[in-house]
């Protein structure tokens, strides 16, 4: 129930919706195990406590990617090509927990592993709007990119964009600002940005202007609903969208940029 869905369901939630099915003790022994294994752990929000899934130990977010807590160790038995990413987990959006930021990942695996079907990147240098955490910018080096910028109006993501980036080893690789991003510089041939609906299509013409011919993009951050929204506002700027990615309510997409019409 509280892995299948992004409501955050309270203690006494969960209870009221399992009740008829299982005794108030079979739900204490329950919850106490799932607890003491970290599979589950309390958040506290405005003065109410709530059950959701503990990133206390790694987690696999896709087929090759695991988010591994800063102060743990990756298992031993590693997985041959399993890509770990260490993160602390901070107040910046991208800790793993949402559907959007795990979409994303998948996406981003997608478009480095699959090269036939997604297109070479065509360049070296991507760029991540609204960096969060710097998950995403960090998978994307550990994957194959050459260096990327990262850019967050926040100066607390900022921060722990750096931080994350660090613990990575990645600060010769990745530039993190906290200025806006502005077109009439470099150009990227690639775009991330798990964003909400109006923020994606706000800046629409500044990631096509800014970035190359035949650019790849992935966008998440939106709802299922919002898909064909999103979709129409960049095909009318030339990009094509290569695939779709549903979880939860939410979705991601990967697209391509077409060459500018002469």
């Known amino acids: ?18 009740i008829g099915t299982f005794t108030k003790a079979d739900l204490k022994k329950a919850f106490d195990s799932l607890i003491s294994l970290q599979e589950l752990e309390y958040i506290y929000e405005y003065g109410q406590s709530y059950l959701v899934p503990a990133f206390n130990k790694p987690v696999r977010i896709s087929e090759h990617i695991r988010l591994v807590p800063f102060n743990c160790s990756p298992p031993r038995n590693s997985e041959g090509g399993t890509i770990d990413i260490r993160l602390e987990n901070g107040s910046a959006f991208g800790s793993g927990r949402h559907p959007s930021t795990q979409l994303a990942l998948s996406c981003v695996e997608k478009v480095f592993r699959y090269p036939d079907k997604y297109g ?47 613990l990575n080893h990645m600060e010769n690789k990745i530039r993190v600002s906290g200025k806006p991003f502005e077109p009439g510089g470099e150009k990227y041939a690639m775009v991330l940005a798990n964003l909400r609906l109006p923020s994606l299509t706000g800046i629409s013409t500044i ?56």
């Not at 129930?1 to 969960?14: A, F, H, L, P, Q």
């Not at 926040?154 to 980036?165: G, K, L, M, S, Y």
Request: glycine share 8%; net charge positive.
């Open 1 to 18: 129930m509280i892995t299948r869905t992004t409501r955050r369901y309270s203690r006494s939630d969960v209870v009221r919706e399992l």
């Open 120 to 166: 070479p990147i065509p360049g070296e240098q991507i760029l991540d709007i609204g960096t969060g955490s710097g998950v995403l910018v960090i998978a994307a080096i550990l994957l194959g990119a050459k260096k990327a910028r990262a850019i967050d109006l926040d100066p607390c993501a900022v921060a722990e964009a750096r931080h994350n980036i660090e």
């Open 207 to 262: 990631i096509t202007s800014g970035s190359t011919d035949n650019a790849i993009a992935v966008f998440s951050g939106i709802k299922k609903e919002e898909v064909n929204s999103l979709k129409t506002t960049y095909a009318r700027l030339g990009w094509e969208n290569l695939h779709q990615e549903d979880s939860l309510g939410w979705s991601a997409i990967i697209a391509k940029k077409g060459p500018k019409k002469r």
